[in-house]
């Protein structure tokens, strides 16, 4: 028996929609597009120019399920208030517009489902990311879990034993940032005052997170003396003061900053500074999580920042080693054996999306 499905993913930058089909041979994504998050008002005008452009292609197949994941919490009326985004995600408004069932669901939650559907050997839609030794891990059954630097910080968890999978939804991104050294510290009470409230990881392990170093190392509140001596950045380049390209990156909008700063990080001070830096907070938190949810099924790293940055991450071990930090040696084992991995897959939100229709349809 097959099933159509309306599927969305909607994140602070962009809202993907697609049409999934399932059948004996699976779930297949056969229509898709994209809309700018920022640029609507609510989720209803996006889904409906979606279906009347199909429409006017001449795809007229009913559709049975609709399931849209969300960059926020799920509340109790179904609806998703956008962590980074205006406005709120309704199932009634859909519900309304579909004229069939609508499910909504935390973003990481579709993750989690969407996970369990790759193979970590797969190359073209995973990379695993050495330890430190150059040893690899295969994930096993248990607790997978997923953590993703995108506009925001995003965490999800799946368990997974066999075919019996069952996702749950965290804003695990909004817990503590990690603090290591005088310039996190620095940075953490520079943005603590800025919110008014003690700094999470999200503004500072996210894009957002990267334009908020960027910002700091760029002003007067930054000193050379907060460095180690294990940043290998030329503190020469940062005592003169802002360069041209960090100037030039400090006039753009400041969502073009992350992408920017990314680009400059191996010829520029101030951009590998900043890269440097969110690298080791994204391994801490990552290790942080892990030792809260002991994750035999792997760490799987999401989000568009992992896999934009993925030589950055890999070299020399620039993720892994401050993956493995941890003042309790029976933590430092339980992180040297476990497999992170980067996931490549840019429609995986969509087919996690597809599977929780499937799921919820069945049952419902």
Same mark, same amino acid.
């Given at each position: 028996?097959? =099933?159509?499905? $309306?599927?969305?993913?909607?994140?602070?930058?962009?809202?993907?929609?697609?049409?999934?089909?399932?059948? +004996?041979?699976?779930?297949?994504?056969?229509? =898709?597009?994209?809309?700018?998050?920022?640029?609507?008002?609510?989720?209803?005008?996006? *889904?409906?120019?979606?279906?009347?452009?199909?429409?006017?292609?001449?795809?007229?197949?009913?559709?049975?399920?609709?399931?849209?994941?969300?960059?926020?919490? *799920?509340?109790?009326?179904?609806?998703?208030?956008?962590?980074?985004?205006?406005?709120?995600?309704?199932?009634?408004?859909?519900?309304? $517009?579909?004229?069939?069932?609508?499910?909504?669901?935390?973003?990481?939650? %579709?993750?989690?489902?969407?996970?369990?559907?790759?193979?970590?050997?797969?190359?073209?839609?995973?990379?695993?990311?050495?330890?430190?030794?150059?040893?690899?891990?295969?994930? +096993?059954?248990?607790?997978?879990? #997923?953590?993703?630097?995108?506009?925001?910080?995003?965490?999800?968890? *799946?368990?997974?034993?066999?075919?019996?999978?069952?996702? !749950?939804?965290?804003?695990?991104?909004?817990?503590?940032?990690?603090?290591?050294?005088?310039?996190?510290?620095?940075?953490?009470?520079? &943005?603590?005052?800025?919110?008014?409230?003690?700094?999470?990881?999200?503004?500072?392990?996210?894009?957002?997170?990267?334009?908020?170093?960027?910002?700091?190392?760029?002003?007067?509140?930054?000193?050379? /003396?907060?460095?180690?001596?294990?940043?290998?950045?030329?503190?020469?380049?940062?005592?003169?003061?802002?360069?041209?390209?960090?100037?030039?990156? &400090?006039?753009?909008?400041? $969502?073009?900053?992350?992408?920017?700063?990314?680009?400059?990080?191996?010829?520029?001070? !101030?951009?590998? &500074?900043?890269?440097?830096?969110? #690298?080791?907070?994204?391994?801490?938190?990552?290790?942080?999580? %892990?030792?809260?949810?002991?994750?035999?099924?792997?760490?799987?790293?999401?989000?568009?920042?992992?896999?934009?940055?993925?030589?950055?991450?890999?070299?020399?071990?620039?993720?892994?080693?401050?993956?493995? /930090?941890?003042?309790?040696?029976?933590? /430092?084992?339980?992180?040297?054996?476990?497999?992170?991995?980067?996931?490549?897959?840019?429609?995986?939100? $969509?087919?996690?999306?597809?599977?929780?229709? &499937?799921?919820?349809?069945?049952?419902?």
């Amino acid at each position: 028996m097959s =099933k159509l499905f $309306l599927v969305g993913d909607v994140g602070g930058t962009n809202t993907n929609l697609a049409l999934a089909k399932y059948d +004996r041979s699976g779930i297949q994504l056969i229509r =898709k597009a994209r809309f700018s998050t920022q640029q609507e008002k609510s989720m209803v005008n996006p *889904v409906r120019r979606f279906l009347e452009a199909e429409h006017a292609r001449g795809f007229v197949q009913p559709i049975d399920f609709c399931c849209i994941s969300g960059a926020g919490p *799920v509340l109790a009326d179904e609806s998703i208030p956008l962590t980074n985004a205006p406005w709120s995600i309704h199932a009634s408004e859909l519900s309304s $517009l579909l004229s069939i069932p609508v499910k909504l669901i935390n973003d990481f939650t %579709a993750l989690s489902y969407a996970v369990t559907l790759l193979d970590y050997r797969d190359a073209e839609a995973v990379t695993q990311l050495p330890h430190p030794d150059g040893s690899l891990y295969e994930p +096993r059954d248990g607790i997978m879990l #997923v953590i993703g630097a995108g506009t925001g910080l995003g965490v999800g968890f *799946v368990d997974r034993n066999g075919d019996n999978i069952k996702a !749950f939804p965290s804003e695990g991104g909004h817990s503590e940032m990690p603090c290591f050294d005088e310039l996190s510290h620095a940075i953490h009470r520079w &943005l603590s005052e800025r919110y008014g409230y003690p700094a999470g990881a999200e503004i500072a392990i996210a894009g957002q997170g990267i334009a908020n170093i960027f910002e700091f190392i760029c002003s007067d509140e930054f000193s050379i /003396r907060m460095l180690s001596s294990d940043y290998e950045v030329s503190c020469a380049a940062l005592e003169r003061g802002p360069s041209e390209t960090a100037q030039s990156i &400090l006039t753009l909008p400041r $969502l073009e900053w992350p992408a920017r700063i990314a680009l400059h990080a191996e010829d520029d001070a !101030f951009c590998a &500074l900043t890269m440097e830096l969110f #690298v080791r907070l994204y391994a801490l938190k990552a290790a942080n999580l %892990a030792s809260l949810f002991l994750p035999a099924g792997g760490i799987w790293l999401a989000g568009g920042i992992s896999s934009k940055n993925e030589a950055w991450l890999l070299k020399n071990a620039r993720f892994m080693s401050w993956f493995e /930090r941890n003042y309790a040696p029976h933590i /430092r084992q339980f992180l040297a054996h476990t497999p992170v991995l980067i996931v490549k897959n840019y429609d995986i939100s $969509l087919r996690g999306a597809a599977v929780a229709a &499937l799921q919820f349809s069945s049952h419902g």
